[in-house]
């Protein structure tokens, strides 16, 4: 008897499916903002900073100018009862708060990349310089022109006049020492900042040049926080 042949089973076509391509991944993202637009503003906030310094300046020198203010203002109230003149310190105390509001509004100028603020800083310590020259040289004239506290004691006491006029003179020599010294200073030190305030105009113009705007809305924004 013969045996059946083997069954074979049926051969079922084999379809693979096609490998779905890869998706790429999406940008990262912070808030509004890619990542590459992070980086960016990240790299402008430090160039900004390094040509910001000068905001820095202006800050201390406000404080200063303020504070050199208050006591003009206070020394003013009180020279009436040492003989002295009210209106003087009255022109020095309004100069000085002058100087001081238009240091820290040319700050304010600095923090908005407002290309007027440079010239505005340079202008006032400028201005700051002339009040402080003014004010000492006014000083020395009067020291130099007016009555010596020493004429009562040689007019009552004549056998002592070579004496008290050698110290006359001492202290003369003295005070224009003083009073040169202190207009020195103050055409070096106004001058150097006045200086340094005019030269951030040109790097603020490249840095306004050379940044998106959007970066520079961005810090305009912030600049009060």
């Known amino acids: 008897m013969m045996q059946p042949p083997p069954r074979i089973p049926p051969i079922r076509p084999t379809h693979s499916r096609p490998t779905p391509a890869p998706v790429p991944p999406a940008p990262a993202t912070i808030g509004p903002l890619s990542a590459e637009q992070i980086a960016e503003l990240s790299q402008a906030n430090q160039r900004r900073a390094r040509l910001l310094r000068a905001a820095k300046l ?104 070579d004496q008290v006029t050698a110290i006359t003179d001492l202290l003369r020599h003295a005070t224009i020492l003083a009073y040169a010294l202190l207009i020195g200073l103050s055409a070096i030190f106004q001058g150097l900042n006045a200086w340094y305030y005019f030269s951030r105009r040109r790097p603020m113009a490249e840095y306004l040049s050379q940044t998106p705007d959007w970066i520079v809305a961005v810090q305009r924004a912030n600049a009060g926080q």
């Open 58 to 161: 202006a800050s201390l020198n406000g404080w200063v100018s303020g504070v050199f203010a208050a006591c003009s203002l206070l020394a003013t109230a009180v020279s009436p009862l040492f003989g002295g003149t009210v209106l003087d310190g009255l022109l020095i105390t309004v100069g000085l708060a002058v100087v001081s509001w238009n240091e820290f509004r040319g700050r304010r100028m600095l923090l908005d990349l407002d290309l007027r603020g440079p010239r505005r800083l340079g202008c006032n310590q400028v201005l700051f310089m002339a009040v402080l020259i003014g004010y000492f040289a006014w000083q020395l004239v009067a020291a130099l022109t007016g009555p010596s506290p020493y004429d009562s004691v040689i007019n009552g006491y004549p056998e002592v006049a």
